[in-house]
């Protein structure tokens, strides 16, 4: 009986190791959202970005494929110069961090700005506010969570600027 429990302890331990920890791939998505993030915060601020509303329900189904959508409005604008986007894109915030996420798992780049935004040449004009309609966030659960958006522009002497906002997508649902 004492030979059987051996081998039974170790699978135990195995399982409960197994499900307590966090997969590699969990852990690789992790540290490489990290080290964007922080490679992002260094990029001095010049962009405003407005995200309306900053707090939004979800509705049932729409066009993020999932069980829930919450639907926004994205404002982007110049804080001063002249700048062309280069990239933007979100984090949404799991547990104690934040982790990268877009619908096709890559930043965005110049062209999706263009069209999203009715930006030509993506270039963000001095008292211009640019404007995607049609911003959403989904999930198959009615959890609350937030998505923090970036977006990376330079000006015409090649300095970067960076500018951020965050929606928080609520656990209700439209008319509650």
């Known amino acids: 009986m004492k030979w059987i ?6 699978f135990a331990l195995f399982i409960l190791y197994r499900y307590l920890s966090v997969r590699p791939g969990r852990m690789a998505a992790r540290d490489r959202s ?35 959508t919450w639907n926004y409005v ?11 986007i280069y990239e933007f894109g979100a984090f949404v915030w799991k547990g104690d961090h934040w982790l990268f996420s877009t619908i096709n798992n890559r930043p965005f780049k110049l062209k999706e700005f263009e069209e999203w935004y009715d930006c030509e040449d993506g270039k963000l ?10 911003n959403y966030s989904g999930n198959d659960y009615l959890i609350e969570k937030k998505s923090r958006w970036y977006f990376l522009g330079s000006d015409m002497d090649g300095n970067s600027f960076r500018g951020e906002a965050i929606v928080t ?5 439209e008319g509650e």
């Open 5 to 10: 429990m051996v081998p039974l302890l170790f």
């Open 34 to 68: 990290r080290k964007m993030l922080k490679e992002i915060i260094r990029i001095p601020i010049g962009i405003k970005v407005t995200m309306v509303p900053e707090s939004v329900k979800a509705v049932k189904g729409g066009r993020s494929g999932c069980k829930f």
């Open 74 to 84: 994205t404002q982007v604008e110049t804080m001063g110069k002249e700048i062309i």
């Open 125 to 134: 004009r001095p008292g211009e506010v640019y404007t995607d309609l049609s």
């Open 169 to 173: 997508c609520e656990s209700k649902l």
